[in-house]
């Protein structure tokens, strides 16, 4: 057997709950049967990549408890092996997982939670930049600041949810069940993740804001992003929004037409 061949079974098996075909063919005997080793790899390999997704979903596994989590992620891990080579780049399709598992359907939030939580983890380790000042309008006019293009910085991850991701984020980070009930009001989530120094920001923005931050993100020019943020909110104000961003440090780069 070709040595790829040979990889690509290996790594099937070790996904697999039927091994056994592979193990009598492709293990050498030994005093412990091939089944039997072929099958601690693959308790390494789940618990390997388990710990992994509970170091970037804190928060989901606060939600279910560990044993649900646990079964969760044998789930997971069993259709989603790792595609790369760092564990750094492994769950990003746990969200989307999540919505489609039946059993946590009863947490119909959850699947957002974790794309919140993929998110921070994204901002965590996206690569620096210098973020850009007001001052870089000074010597532009009217004319070339209506078209400029603002690149969001390279950590700035927008999330739009039907549910209140921010409140029920932090009551996840609670370590003592509250005593009492916890009313939690419905409202729509529009957020910006990002990491402007060493700690990850989480920013609550209006829906407005949210159109004109993630038109700029498509790449459109300052214009076509105000007028998108115009249809949803006939007043928002470019000024005040540019302002507020600057100060975030949101921006990292600019673009003028001509460029």
């Known amino acids: ?28 005997r030994g005093e412990i049967p091939a089944s039997a080793r072929l099958r601690i790899h693959q308790n390494n390999v789940v618990i390997t990549l388990t710990e992994a997704l509970k170091a970037v979903y804190p928060t989901i596994q606060q939600f ?18 790792p ?15 999540l919505n489609n598992f039946e059993p946590a359907r009863r947490l119909p939030y959850l699947a957002d939670i974790a794309r919140l939580e993929w998110a921070r983890h994204n901002a965590f380790h996206a690569a620096d930049a210098t973020p850009i000042t007001g001052s870089i309008f000074a010597d532009l006019g009217p004319e070339q600041i209506a078209g400029l293009r603002l690149r969001l910085s390279p950590s700035a991850n927008l999330l739009v949810s039907p549910y209140p991701l921010i409140a029920l984020w932090e009551l996840a980070q609670v370590e003592d069940e509250p005593k009492d009930t916890v009313e939690i009001e419905p409202a729509p989530s529009h957020l910006l993740i990002h990491r ?15 159109i004109f931050l993630r038109s700029l993100s498509e790449g459109r020019n300052l214009t076509q992003s ?30 003028t037409e001509q460029q």
């Open 226 to 255: 105000y007028e998108a943020a115009a249809e949803q909110d006939t007043g928002f104000d470019l000024q005040a929004a540019l302002t507020d961003l600057m100060e975030a440090d949101v921006f990292t780069a600019i673009e």
């Open 64 to 81: 279910v408890g560990n044993n649900f989590f646990n079964a969760l992620a044998g789930g997971f891990v069993r259709n989603h092996p």
């Open 196 to 210: 402007p120094d060493l700690e990850v920001q989480i920013l609550t923005l209006t829906e407005a804001a949210f």
């Open 83 to 97: 595609s790369r080579g760092a564990l750094i780049a492994y769950g990003e399709d746990f969200p989307a997982f």
């Open 1 to 28: 057997m070709q040595l790829n061949s040979l990889q690509a079974n290996f790594k099937t098996a070790l996904l697999s709950k039927d091994h056994t075909d592979f193990a009598a063919r492709a293990i050498v």
